[in-house]
């Protein structure tokens, strides 16, 4: 028996599961490389001034990190630079990865949206946690829903307080 002046959690008690997107990035994992500082005139990539300011990096910085690679302003910049750089950086980084931080992100939550056990989710009623400090794309979204469904008693969008039914299994 309840007694009267206890509050009960319904959302706790409700058996929903809850699924926050931003959970499978760790912010302090990501970096970003910025080919812009290494043009000339934020246009031009001289290949031996290329060469020589990447040999004085220290790469270390990147060391255990998912590194984003990408260039800021609108340049022209051969292959080989980005591939130069993932050469440096590969003994460091944990993963190299092209684009940046919101790019990087995105194919973060990707790769752990296909590696997710939904398993853990069968004949389960799924909330997918709406609100984010990140801008998680639509397509994770898309991901998430497309891998839930076939196993999934339920899904929902937003948060516990308020969710937007998506599916419910007949």
């Known amino acids: 028996m309840v007694k ?6 319904k959302v706790e008690a409700s058996g929903l599961l809850k699924i926050d997107l931003e959970e499978f990035v760790n912010e302090d994992d990501l970096m970003e490389f910025d080919i812009k500082p290494f043009l000339f005139q934020e246009t031009i990539l001289k290949e031996k001034d290329f060469r020589a300011s990447l040999k004085n990096i220290d790469w270390s910085v990147y060391e255990s990190k998912i590194v984003g690679v990408y ?3 609108d340049a022209i910049i051969p292959t080989w630079a980005y591939m130069l750089v993932a050469v440096y950086l590969e003994p460091y980084a944990k993963e190299i990865e092209y684009g940046a931080k919101e790019e990087l992100i995105n194919k973060i939550i990707s790769k752990a949206i296909t590696k997710l056990d939904v398993q853990v989710y069968a004949n389960e009623k799924v909330i997918i946690r709406g609100c984010s400090k990140y801008s998680i794309p639509e397509s994770s979204y898309l991901e998430i829903a497309k891998k839930l469904k076939p196993v ?3 899904i929902m969008y937003g948060d516990a307080c308020s969710t937007v039914p998506l599916y419910k299994r007949k």
């Open 4 to 9: 009267e002046d206890q509050i009960i959690n």
């Open 71 to 73: 260039c800021s302003v």
């Open 152 to 154: 999934v008693k339920s």
